[in-house]
Nanobody, 122 residues
Framework: QVQLVESGGGLVQAGGSLRLSCAAS????????MGWFRQAPEKEREFVAA????????DYTDSVKGRFTISRSNADNTMYLQMTSLRPEDTAVYYC???????????????WGQGTQVTVSS
């Protein structure tokens, strides 16, 4: 079992920036790929970004490429999502997740946490 706590969300104007954090505990953090997902009201949860266990490989959904940057600090057991050039369509609850294998497998551990709300005003 792994415990993941998201933070850093808030209200920001279009074009602004936010940095989300995901703090992990209860499992060896450095051994697993991790990712960010988001869910807007009345929409299904979608993949945003992923990073492998060592931080040497990343992947992004097309809509955030060039704007978002995923990173991790295994020493701090924390994963980050730096979001720039935010758009109203980025508004959603953002969740972090742990992958069972490589992020290419799309296999996730456990259940979703509380998430952190990101609201981008136009």
């Amino acid at each position: 079992q792994v415990q993941l706590v998201e933070s850093g969300g808030g209200l920001v104007q279009a074009g602004g920036s936010l940095r989300l954090s995901c703090a992990a505990s209860g499992r060896t953090f450095s051994a697993y790929a991790m990712g960010w997902f988001r869910q807007a009201p009345e929409k299904e949860r979608e993949f945003v970004a992923a990073i492998n266990w060592s931080g040497t490989r990343t992947d992004y959904t097309d809509s955030v490429k060039g704007r978002f940057t995923i990173s991790r600090s295994n020493a701090d057991n924390t994963m980050y999502l730096q979001m720039t050039s935010l758009r109203p369509e980025d508004t959603a609850v953002y969740y972090c997740a742990l992958y069972r294998d490589s992020f290419d497998s799309r296999r996730l551990f456990g259940s979703w946490g509380q998430g952190t709300q990101v609201t981008v005003s136009s």
